[in-house]
């Protein structure tokens, strides 16, 4: 005999269900956090991380390595300037700085396209983010993982610690996506050019043959006598005879 279920009361918005071991009636109401709770969870876990750093997503040996990141750490241990990894220079905030010199406080972020706007300037989020770390004091240089990989740019940098300036390459960068969409465009009408003068006698000739279009049926003459596959032809049918498609032809209705 199979075991019957129990009526349970949601502990969320007090319907009654009847499922077996949840203790609220739907995945919403089970996953509502009200801001009160939240901001509980986050005082929590920002507090158990300043007692246990080590725990933080940013110590584990599981996290995900940026190549650009890591070749820059290379060429400063190459060059025997020590520093230390994801450092956090803010007490009140669980921010983490790539690579960090905390004696002087100087920092270098390593980003990826992601961090910045079309003009290169960084995103709202991250520019919040560096103004509050250098207004307690710090240096923070942002680094394009672009320019990680040209020894010559980080030495420059290294000599000058300057921030160094990535509109030009955003620029251009800009200058080539249009390039290409326009070369895509222009493709696109080449092919269409293409296909009309194809098509459009084989249309004609369509129409001058002994195929009844009223009845069901046609599409598969016409796809033989087109030579093309039976999801084309009432494409082709509307494109280049959409007058006698839309009077003469026979469509399946559909509900």
């Not at 007090?14 to 949840?22: A, E, P, V, Y």
């Not at 750093?53 to 040996?61: A, G, I, Q, S, T």
């Not at 710090?138 to 680094?143: H, N, S």
Request: proline share 3%.
């Amino acid at each position: 005999m199979p075991r019957q279920r129990k009526n349970v009361t949601c502990l969320r918005c007090g319907t009654i269900n009847l499922r077996k071991k949840s203790k609220y009636c739907s995945l919403q109401c089970s996953k509502h956090v009200t801001k009160e709770t939240a901001e509980k969870i986050s005082k929590a876990r920002t507090k158990y991380l300043k007692e246990n750093p080590d725990k933080h997503v940013w110590k584990r040996l599981s996290k995900f390595k940026s190549e650009p990141c890591e070749r820059v750490k290379k060429y400063l241990n190459d060059k025997g300037i020590k520093f230390i990894e994801e450092w956090n220079p803010l007490e009140f905030r669980q921010f983490s700085i790539d690579i960090a010199f905390p004696d002087i406080k100087l920092g270098i972020e390593v980003n990826g396209n992601q961090h910045y706007n079309s003009d290169g300037t960084l995103k709202e989020y991250y520019q919040k983010r560096h103004n509050l770390i250098t207004e307690s004091g710090w240096k923070l240089i942002e680094l394009h993982y672009s320019s990680c990989f040209n020894e010559e740019f980080l030495a420059n940098i290294i000599s000058s610690w300057e921030q160094p300036d990535y509109s030009q390459y955003f620029e251009i960068k800009r200058i080539k996506q249009e390039q290409n969409k326009s070369k895509s465009e222009a493709r696109g009408v080449k092919v269409k050019r293409k296909t009309d003068e194809k098509m459009i006698p084989k249309i004609h000739e369509l129409l001058k043959s002994n195929i009844n279009f009223g009845e069901f049926g046609w599409v598969k003459k016409a796809a033989v006598f087109l030579q093309v596959k039976e999801q084309k032809v009432n494409q082709f049918m509307k494109r280049y005879a959409s007058d006698f498609y839309e009077t003469n032809c026979f469509k399946r209705k559909t509900n």
